[in-house]
């Protein structure tokens, strides 16, 4: 049984920031990669943001420069720090954990972002 749990979406104005936070609960989180996917209306889901085990991270050009990934392996959470957010940031923000041995994957419920004045 594990559960991953986003939080911190809402509605904010163009240029804005918002910090989204994803909760695992795993038995040994450091053993996850990490990543935050997200789905506008109308598109495919999109890979936004990884850190694995050792940290590396990897970004959508889309979002390079402005969004930050983290991880708090003692609080078995991750975040999404997104800075000056456009209408276009506008999509479910999803959490995906991933073992690095067995390869299975958790997915979050999602966590609405809106961007617009």
């Known amino acids: 049984q594990v559960q991953v749990v986003e939080s911190g979406g809402g509605l904010v104005q163009p240029g804005g920031s918002l910090r989204l936070s994803c909760a695992a609960s795993?038995?040994?989180?450091?053993?996850?990669?990490m990543a935050w996917f997200r789905q506008a209306p109308g598109k495919q889901r999109e890979l936004v943001a990884l850190?694995?085990?050792?940290?590396?991270?990897n970004y959508a050009d889309s979002v390079k420069g402005r969004f930050t990934i983290s991880r708090d392996n003692a609080k078995k959470t991750v975040y999404l720090q997104m800075n000056s957010l456009k209408p276009e940031d506008t999509a479910v923000y999803y959490c995906?954990?991933?073992?690095?041995?067995?390869?299975?994957?958790?997915w979050g419920q999602g966590t609405q972002v809106t961007v617009s004045s």
């Open positions: 850190i694995t085990t050792s940290r590396s991270t």
């Open positions: 995906n954990a991933r073992h690095v041995n067995s390869g299975n994957n958790y």
């Open positions: 795993v038995t040994i989180f450091s053993f996850y990669d």
